[in-house]
């Protein structure tokens, strides 16, 4: 059986879309869809049942990609090491929301570059949600640190954390609110201070009004930066009221440059999730880097 073929079959299973599998062969989709039909010929039984949109595995197709892949995998990740004269010079491709990747992610990885002789090289990049799983999906990363839980069986994930979302402002800020008022109020105490966000729909206000007010913020956002690190910044300068994670925002609370406005009994949080490609965890540096993220993440919550 040609191996050439059973790669497109692997990876359009794991894709569920003839489209996207090209994409990532870096084929056309009649190659494709001529090589499947090969295959199919070959074992005298159909692979996919095609649909209005991608395809669904038969049991034959998923008993075939589950006895395949595995070696496949390992074939991959023999002919990759066997390029490089020293593994260590293997590069790991991160992607994931510029603050958590930069403040959390980063700093646990760099711990493994270079070390011992069985480091690696590390390349960072930062985007949204959807930019880092498209990314990853498309080969451009290794691993992917989203908010969002991918479905399908191109991509695996893993929850690593959650995040607290806290709720704050500066002093002069805080001096202004009736603080016993807040939490009987539903954040109507809070309409007249100026808001700073990543965002015109005011993301993380939105959520934490939602979940602990059960309501919807009135204001809108006087500071939009698509940075919480800047939005922190320019909330310690007194630019108005900001929902932080709680890990980004504690040193400047204990410093007092803000003031966390409101403790609720139970605090807003998003969950973060490594992400790789089906059975790329059978390469030892994205297996290492995820289980040292994953190590390192039990020390974060």
């Known amino acids: ?67 395949a892949a595995p070696h496949l995998d390992a074939l991959v990740e023999i002919a990759e090491t066997g390029l490089e ?16 990747t930069a403040e959390r992610a980063l700093p646990a990885l760099t711990e493994l570059t270079g070390e011992d002789g069985q480091g690696f090289a590390l390349r960072a990049s930062f985007g949204t949600a959807e930019e880092v799983l498209e990314g990853l999906a498309a080969g451009h990363h ?29 002093p002069r800020w805080a001096e202004r609110i009736d603080m016993e008022k807040l939490p009987r109020t539903g954040g109507s105490v809070l309409e007249q201070v100026p808001v700073v966000e990543v965002h015109e729909s005011l993301p993380f206000v939105s959520r934490y009004w939602a979940s602990v007010f059960d309501s919807r913020p009135v204001a809108t956002g006087t500071v939009i930066v698509p940075d919480l690190r800047a939005v922190l910044a320019c909330t310690v300068a007194g630019a108005g009221l900001a929902v932080l994670p709680r890990y980004l925002c504690t040193a400047a609370i204990e410093r007092g440059d803000v003031i966390a406005l409101h ?12 992400v790789v490609r089906t059975g790329t965890l059978a390469m030892p540096h994205i297996a290492r880097a995820h289980e040292w993220l994953q190590q390192a993440a039990s020390d974060w919550c």
């Open 85 to 100: 004269e020293d593994s260590s010079l293997r590069t790991l491709h991160l992607a994931g929301p510029p603050e958590f």
């Open 1 to 67: 059986m040609d191996l050439a073929l059973l790669r497109t079959f692997v990876t359009v299973h794991r894709a569920g879309s003839f489209t996207r599998a090209a994409a990532l062969l870096g084929l056309s989709q009649p190659a494709v869809t001529s090589q499947i039909r090969t295959l199919e010929r070959q074992l005298g039984r159909p692979l996919f049942l095609r649909q209005a949109r991608g395809v669904t595995p038969t049991t034959i197709g998923d008993e075939l990609a589950h006895k």
């Open 263 to 274: 403790e609720p009994a139970v605090s807003p949080l998003r969950t973060y999730f490594l």
């Open 142 to 170: 290794d691993l992917a640190i989203s908010t969002i839980l991918p479905r399908g069986a191109l991509l695996s994930a893993t929850a690593l954390c959650d995040e607290e979302h806290t709720l704050v402002a500066a």
